[in-house]
Structure formats: structure tokens, C-alpha cells
């Protein structure tokens, strides 16, 4: 991180005339944007010193520390400037909540991880167990079987999909893989949890 923060220091940064440079903020380990702030030469170097992400306000005029009142500092992770030089994308970890509104980011969302397609694919999953039509809900039905169908039926894509790696036809396994992830996912949350859990127990076994 110090030979990062060194390399930060000598990159060529273009002020506009009133001598600000927007800041978009993102979470680090989320990847999620949570605001946009304007930064001149002296909060830039500030946020070098300090390592905690330093504003000018510009309602105030005079520098700001995120976090400076209520603690929710932004952690400095790193900084880039884009290719005209011309705006900063800084990566955070944030100390609590970063909008003043108490929601994960400024525009009223949450800073949760999301998994892409995944993530949808669990939401789907939640939504027909909830609704519990077993009628027109493969996932529903399923589930309406108890936890030990939902276990074999993994345990089933798990054999086909090692019989397929076996083989050389390479869509078989693809398709193979995709029902075992569909249905491990299902098992998750059967157990009660989710792939957040998942990669917080793989997190914890990183050394």
C-alpha cells in the first residue's frame, strides 16, 4: 500500500479553473459507487496524509474529512485518475454508513455485494419459495419436498457434472455445471444461508 500511495503522489492531475477535480468514491470489496465529491490540491494531499478521504466543500468552502462529525471516515485504499486526467475514481473501505442520510450510498441504496447474475438467480430462488406455487414452481416444488430431496438432487448434478469433466463434450458440462450451481444455490438457502456466507468463510481460510 505505501509503494501504491507513492505512485499516487506524481500522477499529473487536471484541476479545472475554479482548482477542483470531481472524486467518485467506490467501496473497495463491493465495487458499489457511494458518492461523488470535489476534491482541490490541498484535500488531495490531505487524503494522501491521513489516509481517511478529504473533500473541499464547496457550501462550506474549506476542506472536509468524510466522517469528520459522525466517524464514518473513508478508508483510503487507492486512487486513479481517468484518462484525460481529469477526474479521480477512489476506492474506500467505509467506517459505517456514507451517506449523511444513513443509507449505504447517496442515492438511497444499500452497500451490499452483489454477485452479478448470481445474485438475481438467488432473489429468484427467495421469491418462489415465498410464493410456494408448487403447481407452476420447479424451485417451489422442490423445496416443498424438504431439505434431504434438495441435498440428493445436488448431490445427483454434482456426479453428472464429474461424469461429463470425464468426456470431451464441453456444452454437456457447461449445462451439467450450470444445474449443479442452480441447485447448490437452492440448497444454500435451504440451510439458511446465502453466497455472502460462502465467501466469508472462503475470506477467513485466506492467508
Not at 477535480?21 to 465529491?37: E, F, H, K, S, Y
Not at 484535500?43 to 457550501?59: D, G
Not at 459505517?96 to 452497500?111: A, F, M, Q, S, V
Not at 451439467?176 to 465467501?199: C, N, P, R, V
Request: aromatic content about 8%; hydrophobic content about 35%.
Amino acid at each position: 500500500m505505501i509503494s501504491a500511495i507513492n505512485k499516487i503522489k506524481i500522477m499529473e492531475i487536471k484541476y479545472d479553473q475554479s482548482g477542483l477535480v470531481p472524486a467518485i468514491i467506490q467501496d473497495a470489496t463491493t465495487r458499489n459507487v457511494l458518492m461523488l465529491g470535489y476534491m482541490n490540491e490541498e484535500a488531495y494531499q490531505k487524503t494522501l496524509e491521513i489516509k481517511k478521504v478529504t473533500f473541499f466543500s464547496r457550501s462550506k468552502q474549506r476542506l472536509w474529512t468524510k466522517g469528520e462529525e459522525s466517524g464514518n471516515f473513508l478508508e483510503l485504499v487507492s486512487i486513479k485518475n481517468d484518462c484525460d486526467n481529469d477526474s479521480l475514481l477512489i476506492t474506500v473501505n467505509p467506517v459505517g454508513p456514507t451517506c449523511h442520510k444513513g443509507t449505504g450510498n447517496c442515492w438511497g441504496e444499500e452497500n451490499e455485494q452483489s454477485y452479478g447474475f448470481f445474485s438475481t438467480l438467488e432473489d429468484v430462488i427467495t421469491e418462489r419459495v415465498a410464493n410456494k406455487d408448487t403447481t407452476k414452481s420447479y424451485v417451489a416444488s422442490l423445496f416443498s419436498k424438504g431439505i434431504n430431496k434438495v441435498a440428493q438432487k445436488v448431490g445427483e448434478e454434482a456426479v453428472e457434472t464429474v461424469i461429463e469433466a470425464m468426456d470431451n463434450n464441453d456444452e454437456l458440462f457447461l449445462y451439467e455445471s450450470a444445474d449443479l450451481l442452480f441447485h447448490y444455490l437452492m440448497l444454500l438457502q435451504a440451510k439458511g444461508f446465502t453466497l455472502k456466507d460462502i465467501e466469508n468463510e472462503l475470506k477467513g481460510r485466506h492467508k
